[in-house]
């Protein structure tokens, strides 16, 4: 089995940071791209960060300039900083990766179970 658990998240004002951070655990053999979604209520799911297991970034120009992920190969973790936050940004923010699992070839999709940043204006 593969978890991915994130931690963070939570209120913040209009202007301030936050950091979400993600950790993939079980059986992995390699992981390639990690990231973030989001989701606010009545939207669609959104990327707001993808990475590349050599640190290729990229985001949507909605957090561009406000966001950065990076992540620890190592310890299977990515993170994302979240500066400069608006109200817009409110959402559920998810971690989402591609596995490849111990003793398979393909790769597969995981999701966190997802945490709420709330930004008040």
């Known amino acids: 089995q593969v978890q991915l658990v994130e931690s963070g998240g939570g209120l913040v004002q209009a202007g301030g940071s936050l950091n979400l951070s993600c950790a993939a655990s079980g059986s992995i053999s390699s992981i390639d791209a990690m990231g973030w979604y989001r989701q606010a209520p009545g939207k669609q799911r959104e990327l707001v960060a993808a990475?590349?297991?050599?640190?290729?970034?990229n985001y949507p120009n909605s957090v561009k300039g406000r966001f950065t992920a990076s992540r620890d190969n190592a310890k299977n973790t990515v993170n994302l900083q979240m500066n400069s936050l608006k109200s817009e940004d409110t959402a559920v923010y998810y971690c989402?990766?591609?596995?490849?699992?111990?003793?398979?070839?393909?790769?597969?999709?995981?999701w966190g179970q997802g945490t709420q940043v709330t930004v008040s204006s």
């Open positions: 989402h990766a591609l596995i490849r699992r111990t003793g398979y070839t393909a790769q597969f999709q995981y």
């Open positions: 990475i590349t297991s050599g640190g290729s970034t």
